[in-house]
């Protein structure tokens, strides 16, 4: 027994009755690698967060009042894509996980990120806050359209 796993295993294996073993493999290796990349994300969203905190507090007596309120709003969205990438992680590591609801997290962290770098690009280039404001609706929505694409190019099996 242990020598047909061992045979099947092998790279030099042309067996086709190997291919079960193959593929669970590679369906093995592949979940830790979106593990891995999940867990990066999260620890990345983490470090953003704690910039960012430290970058608002080292510059809040020189910022107008509106700009103080949206940097704020960034920090609290930023807490709350912390909490995303922990529950697409959490789905992730069920054994029968919803893809389409991975999708939903991790997009709604990528929106999020597309959003606030418009944001604070547009406070950069001196935009009046209802620019400011049409730039952060556009943004999403873009957003929400990408999302929606990917989601119906998904192959049926995994809905």
Not at 33 to 62: G, N, P, T, W
Not at 87 to 114: K, M, T, Y
Request: glycine share 4%.
């Amino acid at each position: 027994m242990f020598q047909k796993l061992r045979f099947c295993l092998s790279d030099a294996s042309l067996n086709p009755h190997c291919e079960i073993l193959k593929s669970t493999n590679l369906v093995r290796q592949q979940f830790q690698l979106k593990m891995l990349l999940l867990i990066a994300v999260l620890v990345l969203l983490i470090l953003m967060e704690v910039f960012l905190v430290i970058a608002i507090l080292s510059h809040v007596s020189r910022l107008q009042t509106i700009t103080q309120i949206i940097f704020g709003g960034l920090t609290i969205l930023g807490l709350y894509m912390i909490w995303c990438a922990v529950q697409a992680l959490s789905v992730l590591r069920e054994p029968n996980g919803n893809q389409l609801a991975v999708i939903d997290h991790i997009g709604f962290i990528l929106i999020s990120l597309f959003d606030a770098f418009a944001i604070v690009s547009s406070i950069d280039l001196h935009a009046p806050v209802w620019l400011v404001a049409v730039i952060a609706v556009g943004a999403v929505a873009l957003g929400i359209y990408a999302i929606n694409v990917r989601k119906k190019m998904l192959p049926m099996q995994s809905r």
